[in-house]
């Protein structure tokens, strides 16, 4: 019954195939467009529930047209799924059912393309984790670009939709073209395309410069797409002008598939080479350097995120500095290079989209209500929305780890793994941007739905880019209507039931020991093996709720919610100057970057990319 | 192998970006998208290429003459298409730049920044 794999990815791309062939007799007739959009999603997302069920225990791989392996060898293009895949997917294919729902109501008038756009764009996500060959991760990569890029450009009469999606698809584009460039090295190398294929042949042989050339060209790619510092800057402009559904699935999963990319090469592909357990016994470089090149991406991302994040008042820039910060603490949780660091950073992926998909949502009806997304603007005058008001406060405190909420669970993980390995250090960074970014989000919360405090003084630079924010919706709406108020509650409720799953913990590590143990992937792609034990290369650490975790979590959420009244009321302080604005001084010459040209970007994408590559050239060599 | 194609790849992408940096010029900057991603033809069929070999069709020549590597012009292929797809809609973005607001500098778009 593994039939059901390829059909994950095959019933959205026929759907959208179909819509955009009826498109003359189903442009007048609008219900029918959203209830099949919703009803695809939904299927989709039901599929990918049960394969990720089913492979529980033992990953499935399906070989297309059937050209299996031959003696170890493979000919044809598999794809190769296990419980993290399969869940990622499933949270994708969630999230496009989520804003299909809310666009019901949400948009006035709605062109079939968008439909059209958002299947393709979940069959490029479900492909992409779904696919075990190399160059297909591309082609999937480019799918699900492609769509992005329409997508964000989804309303082009404004300057902001055109700029964000060429900054987007231009930056990535590179990236992509970065990746094949890797592609190709490596097949060159290997005489291969699938991953485990290229994996075993990579650690069968001494390991040289050349691996190290391709690792670097093909994870630039994914990192571009993740958002990791200096590839970040696309982000913030692509997520403010795209429509409020479409922010939903690049801020929940789109920017979390790419460092899903990453793990995925590292442990099917390089780890073995690049952490010296190949098979000859000879080593590129070890645990500790790599763990480092990647932890100090991680944690500069996490901070330089959250400082954005906190200086920011158009709530959907906001949101998406918040993303960036986040990447970088997921990013923190897979350098760490333990099961359970892998564990901590897959939770907090599921959680960080849920809550976070609730606030973007939230956000799309105070739009829709109030005309605005700016929170200058909008102080005090969101109290009528009270209960967009509260699913916005409770999912504002899943994003500041308030247990129980899953986001908490997973990052305990990471700062368990962390301390373990004795970098107690990661724990301080990574509680200090959660606590910023989480203070930010309440303070827009505190402000917009119960006006309180002050309201911030106005930037006319975000007065006049928030005011922009208006043709999206109608405004003066007197009602929020219920499919836009209650993917939102679901989701946010969603986060907090997961964060209190019994055994959660040990089903997630034993996935994330599976995902780790290469020589056990091999096995089964290649020779179809149903593996017993799987060994993850470093040893696995009880995962579980601590009382440290729960400390921690109401530790930052009791911090955020301090630093954010702090930021609500810090006129009325006595010991403060007039005219004395928190944080500016240390924001502006980091503001100098985001200066929105591309141009620019790309610079900072060849600086990253030399940088990266030599550290890595040095960390090994070294 | 020679690594003269690996040099003219390097060449190439250099190049490319260069231009991508440069520009001041929505379409001028969209071709140099191009020119980086030629680079990735190049490697690939560099990669593939071998001295003496035929193209590899087996109609009408024995199984084991030497050919070149047919995959890696599938993955150019591919490539080609791919490259198509992303360069139709950036230069859609292009018009509607030049439509809407009357110039295709990079600069003048800036609508968000900092």
């Known amino acids: ?622 | 192998m020679h690594i003269f194609p690996f040099v003219v790849v390097v060449y190439i992408l250099a190049v490319g970006l260069y231009g991508i940096v440069t520009s001041r010029h929505l379409v001028h900057q969209i071709m140099c998208l191009i020119v980086v991603q030629s680079s990735t033809y190049v490697l690939l069929l560099g990669i593939g290429y071998k001295t003496g070999a035929v193209a590899p069709y087996f109609y009408d020549i024995p199984v084991h003459t030497p050919a070149v590597d047919p995959v890696v012009q599938a993955l150019a292929l591919t490539d080609v298409v791919v490259e198509a797809a992303v360069t139709a809609l950036l230069l859609a973005f292009a018009i509607q730049a030049h439509k809407r607001f009357g110039t295709l500098d990079p600069q003048e778009l800036v609508q968000l920044k900092g």
């Open chain 1, 1 to 622: 019954m593994d039939q059901l794999l390829p059909l994950a990815v095959v019933v959205p791309l026929l759907v959208a195939a179909a819509i955009s062939a009826l498109t003359p007799l189903l442009r007048r007739r609008r219900r029918i467009l959203d209830s099949t959009a919703i009803v695809t999603s939904a299927v989709v997302a039901g599929m990918l529930a049960v394969i990720m069920i089913r492979v529980a225990h033992q990953d499935q791989t399906y070989w297309f047209a059937g050209f299996r392996p031959h003696h170890g060898i493979a000919i044809g293009i598999d794809f190769e799924t296990g419980p993290l895949s399969a869940g990622l997917a499933c949270l994708a294919a969630v999230l496009v059912t989520a804003g299909m729902i809310f666009s019901w109501r949400y948009f006035e008038r709605v062109a079939t393309y968008y439909h059209v756009l958002m299947l393709t764009f979940l069959a490029g996500m479900t492909g992409f984790c779904l696919t075990g060959d190399i160059f297909d991760m591309f082609v999937w990569f480019e799918l699900m670009g492609v769509s992005a890029y329409a997508l964000t450009a989804y309303r082009p009469e404004e300057r902001g939709s055109i700029q964000g999606a060429l900054n987007f698809a231009i930056t990535n584009s590179i990236g992509a073209y970065l990746t094949l460039s890797g592609i190709a090295i490596v097949y060159g190398r290997t005489g291969a395309l699938n991953m485990a294929q290229i994996g075993q042949d990579i650690a069968r042989h001494r390991p040289d410069g050349l691996v190290v050339v391709a690792f670097v060209l093909i994870i630039t790619g994914w990192l571009i797409k993740s958002a990791i510092v200096p590839f970040h800057f696309w982000l913030a402009d692509a997520h403010a002008v795209a429509p409020t559904p479409v922010c939903v699935l690049f801020s929940g999963v789109m920017v979390e598939l790419g460092l899903y990319a990453v793990a995925r090469v590292y442990w099917s592909m390089f780890g073995q080479a690049l952490t010296g357990q190949t098979l000859t016994g000879q080593t590129l470089g070890n645990r500790d350097t790599i763990s480092h090149a990647f932890l100090a991406l991680g944690l500069v991302t996490t901070i330089v995120g959250a400082l954005f994040c906190f200086r920011e008042r158009h709530i959907k820039r906001l949101l998406a500095f918040s993303t960036i910060s986040h990447a970088g603490m997921f990013l923190t949780g897979l350098a760490l290079l333990t099961p359970l660091g892998l564990a901590g950073a897959a939770v907090s992926v599921v959680g960080h989209a849920l809550v976070k998909a609730a606030l973007f949502l939230c956000t799309g009806i105070v739009l829709h209500r109030l005309g605005s997304v700016n929170e200058t603007w909008l102080h005090g005058r969101g109290r009528r929305l009270r209960a967009t008001g509260v699913v916005f406060t409770l999912a504002a405190f899943g994003l500041a780890d308030l247990p129980p909420f899953a986001t908490y669970l997973g990052k305990g993980w990471i700062e368990d793994t962390s301390s373990a390995r004795g970098m107690t250090w990661v724990i301080a960074l990574l509680v200090v941007a959660s606590v910023i970014v989480g203070a930010a989000v309440l303070r827009v919360a505190g402000g917009v739905f119960y006006g309180l405090g002050d309201p911030p003084s106005e930037d006319p630079q975000m007065a006049q880019e928030s005011s922009e924010e208006t043709s999206e919706t109608d405004e003066g709406k007197q009602r929020t209507p219920l499919t836009m108020i209650i993917p939102p509650a679901v989701l946010v409720t969603a986060a907090a039931v997961i964060g209190l799953l019994p055994r959660l913990g040990s089903v997630v590590e034993a996935a994330a020991v599976r995902f780790q143990d290469q020589r056990a992937y091999n096995a089964t792609v290649l020779h179809g093996a149903r593996v017993a034990h799987v060994t993850a290369p470093y040893p696995a650490e009880p995962a579980g709720v601590t009382v440290t975790d729960l400390v921690i979590g109401l530790g930052t959420a009791a911090g955020a919610v301090f630093l954010a009244f702090l930021a609500l009321y810090w006129r009325r302080l006595p010991v403060l100057r007039r005219g004395f604005e928190p944080g500016t001084g240390l924001v502006r010459p980091l503001r100098r970057f985001q200066s929105g040209v591309v141009n620019d970007y790309v610079t900072w994408i060849v600086i990253g990319v030399a940088c990266l590559g030599g550290a890595l050239a040095f960390s090994i060599h070294g």
